[in-house]
């Protein structure tokens, strides 16, 4: 948890006016994360926010559901598909240049309808002692081959597997897409039901890689440094280093945009962009953050980070219907 109450520096005027507003924001971030930036952020300010929890794509078809009669003011989601599906229904309001401006590429949407507010990346976690005698594969679709053979776990009903399938897609297209699915299935991979238990069956031996996301491992490393499990990337721009986001834009329905743009400001804040990296092990987005130790450098990422618009990962519905049609839902 963040040390201190953050301090926004805030006119007089803008201190008046705060304190005769609130906020509706839908998050698809979990309540025990980011309750307690939600709470800094009305001590700084004097903004009442009620938080709407749930899941992202849930919450992003509510406002499509609901229309002018939504009372969101900020969608907060877990992933870049869902602010993508909101963009092109043109449900976002367009952003100042104050807040996209000089933001890497990576974290941000190319209409400036959105902003990332924390980064994640796809790595392949490993056991270093029972791998040590294989190579490692320079892509994800080298996990096809029979040297991977029952040793590879994933999680297919989860969101960040569902993104990054959809990243496939986009990128290599329906056929690729649909033929490293039906191989990784031919070749006894191992389902899970999350990336947290999938880091664990690592260590316990059930498996000896997972395709997951790189703040998991962090965690348990975090508390026990001698974990036997590592992490790694791909080779640079493998689809399987897909970089995707949290991130959060106002709703073009908002009778409060300028407290939802002083909302945005915060979660871009240097203390709270500190509290995403330092305690939930995500990449901070604004220059001058560095990334916690335990992470990869931000120049190691955007090297091995696909060049990939965040914005067209909205179709999970062609997603799941692929992971139907092969069996995995």
Same mark, same amino acid.
């Given at each position: 948890?963040?040390?201190?109450?953050?301090?926004?520096?805030?006119?007089?005027?803008?201190?008046?006016?705060?304190?005769?507003?609130?906020?509706?924001?839908?998050?698809?971030?979990?309540?025990?994360? &980011?309750?307690?930036?939600?709470?800094?952020?009305?001590?700084?300010?004097?903004?009442?926010?009620?938080?709407?929890?749930?899941?992202?794509?849930?919450?992003? &078809?509510?406002?499509?559901?609901?229309?002018?009669?939504?009372? $969101?003011?900020?969608?907060?989601?877990?992933?870049?598909?869902?602010?993508?599906?909101?963009?092109?229904?043109?449900?976002?309001?367009?952003?100042?240049?104050?807040?996209?401006?000089?933001?890497?590429?990576?974290?941000?949407?190319?209409?400036?309808?959105?902003?990332?507010?924390?980064?994640?990346?796809?790595?392949? $976690?490993?056991?270093?002692?029972?791998?040590?005698?294989?190579?490692?594969?320079?892509?994800?679709?080298?996990?096809?081959?029979?040297?991977?053979?029952?040793?590879?776990?994933?999680?297919?009903?989860?969101?960040?597997?569902?993104?990054?399938?959809?990243?496939?897609?986009?990128?290599?297209?329906?056929?690729?897409?649909?033929?490293?699915?039906?191989?990784?299935?031919?070749?006894?991979?191992?389902?899970?039901?999350?990336?947290?238990?999938?880091?664990?069956?690592?260590?316990?031996?059930?498996?000896?890689? $997972?395709?997951?996301?790189?703040?998991?491992?962090?965690?348990?490393?975090?508390?026990?440094?001698?974990?036997?499990?590592?992490?790694?990337?791909?080779?640079?721009?493998?689809?399987?280093?897909?970089?995707?986001?949290?991130?959060?834009?106002?709703?073009?329905?908002?009778?409060?945009?300028?407290?939802?743009?002083?909302?945005?400001?915060?979660?871009?804040?240097?203390?709270?962009?500190?509290?995403?990296?330092?305690?939930?092990?995500?990449?901070?987005?604004?220059?001058?953050?560095?990334?916690?130790?335990?992470?990869?450098?931000?120049?190691?990422?955007?090297?091995?980070?696909?060049?990939?618009?965040?914005?067209?990962?909205?179709?999970?519905?062609?997603?799941?219907?692929?992971?139907?049609?092969?069996?995995?839902?």
């Amino acid at each position: 948890m963040l040390a201190r109450v953050v301090t926004i520096a805030l006119s007089l005027s803008l201190v008046g006016f705060a304190l005769a507003q609130s906020l509706t924001v839908y998050s698809g971030r979990g309540e025990a994360l &980011v309750q307690p930036l939600v709470e800094q952020f009305t001590a700084a300010t004097g903004i009442e926010v009620n938080v709407r929890y749930g899941g992202t794509a849930e919450l992003a &078809v509510l406002i499509l559901e609901e229309g002018r009669a939504s009372p $969101a003011d900020v969608f907060w989601g877990q992933d870049a598909g869902a602010l993508g599906a909101l963009s092109r229904a043109q449900r976002l309001t367009a952003l100042d240049a104050d807040v996209t401006g000089g933001l890497p590429g990576i974290y941000t949407s190319r209409n400036d309808l959105w902003v990332a507010t924390s980064g994640r990346a796809r790595v392949l $976690a490993y056991s270093p002692e029972r791998t040590a005698d294989t190579p490692w594969p320079a892509s994800v679709f080298d996990l096809t081959d029979p040297a991977y053979r029952s040793r590879v776990a994933w999680a297919p009903t989860n969101g960040s597997f569902q993104a990054f399938v959809t990243a496939m897609r986009v990128v290599h297209g329906e056929s690729a897409t649909e033929a490293w699915l039906r191989g990784m299935i031919a070749n006894d991979v191992q389902a899970y039901r999350n990336n947290t238990t999938m880091v664990e069956a690592i260590a316990a031996g059930e498996v000896d890689y $997972a395709i997951t996301n790189n703040y998991y491992l962090l965690r348990y490393l975090a508390n026990d440094p001698s974990y036997p499990v590592a992490q790694g990337f791909f080779e640079d721009a493998d689809i399987g280093n897909l970089v995707n986001v949290a991130g959060a834009g106002i709703v073009n329905t908002s009778s409060n945009v300028e407290a939802a743009r002083q909302f945005l400001a915060f979660l871009l804040s240097a203390e709270a962009q500190t509290y995403f990296t330092n305690e939930v092990y995500e990449y901070p987005v604004v220059p001058g953050v560095e990334p916690s130790e335990a992470l990869a450098s931000f120049d190691a990422l955007l090297a091995a980070s696909p060049d990939v618009d965040l914005d067209v990962l909205e179709d999970l519905e062609g997603t799941l219907e692929l992971l139907r049609e092969v069996g995995l839902l």
